[in-house]
């Protein structure tokens, strides 16, 4: 496949846009971005621009993340979160939006709560605008930091098999390591209760496995992402318990040996401790989820520097 | 011409298609005298008849919508009497049965009347009222349906709210029966749809949308067949959208149930794929389904499952549906491009003639609400359309007549397309 050296896509709206090897790209230019993540070190790639946090749903760490990785480019960031956005005054999304435009800034980093709204936002502006979360639909940056962290530790993704364990029916999360992992070649496992890993999910993205028995989901994968449980989404239909869920899917000491020995396990944050994750496992020599976090960063960077660099190009 | 011109009328050589006396001409004659439609004209009036060369065109009974809405009252920003009706016309409708989900509700004589005034006033085509079922349309409490019967209204309905409590299902079809009056139903199941926003399927889960599955709504017209069965009153139901459901239907029809049919023009071409962009403009409830569903649909109106083609004409303002998807309301506006729909999706496509289309446009919805419309028997209303079955376009902005900002088939190329329609003998669309 033909290395590409140009960025032209001034949005990251979702996976499912880019190509495999727009994400290689990406990657090539986080590994660059890399030595900024020591303390003390920064770049000036975006000095003198303006980088927005939309933020239309409660997030500290994506936040965080995304206005470190803007700082260590030497831009501005500015937050605005749910309670401060007049959109709570019933102003509509574009009307926000281009009256951030208008004040002269470069892009909008956007969560919210609406499935297509970062797609939505893309078409109506001219300036960058970064997904950050759009409702169950997609996270692209949560995706190609997974996809990084995977390259960072096997050397490829390529061939790898990752089960992604628990909420798959309303996780933008899956929607895009199921895409962003497909297209770099790695094979995917869906595993979890048969309400949150509906079959029908075969039939959207034929690529992938469905299974509901934790140790055959967990047995011959390379890397188990686990995905938060977030109880306050799934009406009480979708399972009966947060301990009815730990008892079946939650992955423990004696489960994880179920799996390779090599194999890694992976998780997005925040972590429900004793939920989807015991603690023995999180902290344990696995876990690379700390890693993750430090790709995030990079990887972030790297969005940002190609995204708005399309545009003045 | 003068809309007012009331000189007698004489359509010369065009295709007659009158489904309600087994009538296709390859080449006939229409004529109107006073609003009437008849068999012949005097000389005299022949002589100062207005003649029509419909060499190449198709004449049909102006056709009749059994789903729409008009804004008012109180939606005024999205549609009026006055704009609406003239997207009707511009649609070949010239009887449109309208949904009483106005702000007020029309679920009381007041606002029955008040629409009544409003259109002898404003209206370019016959506008014929439905009542709610419930007060409120809230399924609670049935509305005054006997005194609503006397103010007008041809049918009643809680339309998209549906009614989710089978014993005032019951209650109400036995009631309504009494006075005469057809139940339409929006068959859905809400317990299942809570938050839906599209057709529960592959795209509504790589599109991370909740869905509106098929069994919310076949659940509720398997209901309501039961309950036809049980209450021999009639029943109709609104604009079907699974396969499943006209499968349903078809078996309570063997089974000789009063039960009736529609499904929209919309739901005949389109699947939910067209989605895949969040098109904020083919939101609908029901929802677009798949294509098996869309087949299905086709050959449950070709084989007579189905009865009426709908416009589902909802206007929404453009501003309403530039937005999130899920913040966006549900519906299309329809009624310019309901026939060129259709006629791509089913006679263009090879499903069926256009002399099927045009009974499911007219004699179908005329029956299933017992309506003296849609037809061109001498001594009827000089209700007809004149169309060009061949003739293939892009509907522009331009060619909508509607107030309302949300015709998803702008820019989609279809064909067939009305040149004239005719309410009473008066031309009230084309050139």
């Known amino acids: ?313 | 011409m003068n809309p007012a011109d009331n000189s007698p009328l004489w359509i010369r050589g065009a295709r007659v298609i009158d489904p309600s006396a087994k009538r296709d001409e390859a080449k006939g004659d229409v004529f109107a005298l006073d609003g009437k439609i008849v068999d012949q004209l005097s000389a005299a009036d022949q002589a100062k008849a207005r003649v029509i060369d419909g060499t190449g065109l198709v004449v049909a009974p102006g056709f009749i919508d059994l789903n729409c809405r008009l804004g008012e009252p109180g939606r005024t920003a999205s549609e009026t009497i006055r704009t609406g009706t003239r997207a009707a016309a511009a649609g070949g409708f010239t009887t449109v049965v309208t949904m009483p989900d106005s702000l007020p509700a029309a679920d009381n004589v007041g606002t029955i009347q008040l629409l009544r005034e409003i259109c002898s006033r404003d209206a370019a085509v016959r506008v014929l009222p439905t009542g709610t079922l419930t007060k409120g349309h809230e399924g609670k409490a049935l509305a005054p349906l006997g005194t609503m019967k006397k103010a007008g209204v041809v049918a009643v309905t809680d339309t998209t709210s549906g009614v989710q409590n089978n014993e005032i299902m019951r209650r109400a079809l036995e009631y309504a029966a009494m006075f005469d009056l057809v139940v339409l139903d929006h068959c859905q199941d809400s317990s299942m749809t809570d938050g839906g926003q599209m057709h529960e399927g592959a795209w509504s889960l790589r599109l991370g949308l909740r869905g509106l599955p098929r069994a919310a709504e076949e659940i509720v017209v398997s209901s309501d067949c039961l309950l036809a069965e049980l209450t021999k009153a009639r029943i109709h139901l609104q604009h079907l959208s699974s396969g499943g459901s006209a499968e349903i239907v078809r078996r309570a029809k063997a089974k000789q149930l009063s039960v009736t049919a529609e499904v929209s023009a919309l739901h005949l071409l389109l699947t939910d794929a067209a989605l895949a962009n969040y098109a904020t403009s083919l939101k609908t409830n029901p929802p677009l389904r798949e294509e098996a569903d869309r087949l299905a649909l086709i050959a449950a109106l070709v084989d007579g499952t189905i009865d009426a083609v709908c416009s589902d004409h909802s206007p929404c303002t453009a501003t309403e549906k530039d937005c999130e998807f899920d913040l966006a309301p549900f519906g299309a506006a329809t009624f310019e491009t309901a026939f060129a729909a259709a006629h791509t999706a089913l006679v263009a496509a090879g499903h069926a003639d256009l002399s099927v289309l045009i009974a499911r446009l007219t004699h179908g919805p005329a029956k299933a609400l017992g309506l003296a419309a849609g037809t061109l028997k001498a001594g009827s209303l000089a209700d007809l359309v004149i169309l060009d079955a061949k003739a293939a376009w892009t509907p522009a902005k331009s060619d909508l007549v509607s107030k309302s900002g949300n015709n998803p088939l702008v820019g989609r190329a279809l064909t067939g397309r009305v040149r004239a329609t005719f309410v009473g003998g008066r031309q009230v669309f084309g050139a």
């Open chain 1, 1 to 313: 496949m033909a290395q590409q050296d140009t960025w032209t896509k001034k949005d990251l709206t979702g996976i499912e846009e880019l190509s495999r090897s727009e994400i290689e790209l990406l990657f090539r230019q986080a590994d660059q971005f890399l030595p900024a993540l020591a303390p003390g070190k920064g770049l000036d790639l975006m000095k003198g621009r303006t980088v927005v946090n939309l933020f239309l749903e409660p997030s500290t760490r994506t936040r965080t993340a995304f206005e470190i990785s803007a700082k260590k480019l030497g831009a501005e960031v500015v937050s605005i979160n749910t309670t401060a956005s007049s959109l709570v005054k019933g102003e509509t999304l574009r009307d926000t939006a281009e009256n951030i435009r208008a004040m002269g800034v470069d892009a909008i980093v956007m969560r919210h709560s609406s499935a297509g709204s970062a797609r939505y936002l893309g078409s109506v502006l001219d300036i960058s605008v970064v997904n950050a979360g759009d409702g169950a639909h997609e996270h692209p940056t949560q995706a190609l930091l997974d996809a990084f962290t995977l390259r960072q530790r096997f050397g490829k993704v390529e061939g790898l098999k990752v089960t992604i364990l628990g909420d798959i029916l309303f996780s933008r999360v899956a929607r895009s390591n199921i895409l962003c992992l497909s297209k770099l070649g790695a094979q995917v496992t869906l595993a979890g209760p048969a309400t949150l890993v509906p079959a029908a999910l075969k039939e959207a993205f034929p690529q992938v496995r469905i299974v509901h028995d934790l140790k055959e989901a967990l047995k011959d994968c390379d890397a188990v992402m686990l995905l938060r449980i977030q109880h306050e989404r799934q009406t009480t239909t979708h399972f009966p318990s947060l301990g009815e869920y730990t008892s079946q899917f939650g992955l423990n000491a004696e489960r994880a040996a179920w799996l390779k020995p090599e194999a890694i396990v992976m998780h997005p944050g925040p972590i429900n401790r004793g939920v989807e994750v015991e603690s023995e496992v999180a902290d344990g020599p696995r876990s690379v989820i700390l890693e993750q976090v430090r790709n995030g960063v990079a990887v972030r960077m790297a969005v940002l520097h190609l995204c708005t660099g399309a545009i003045s190009r």
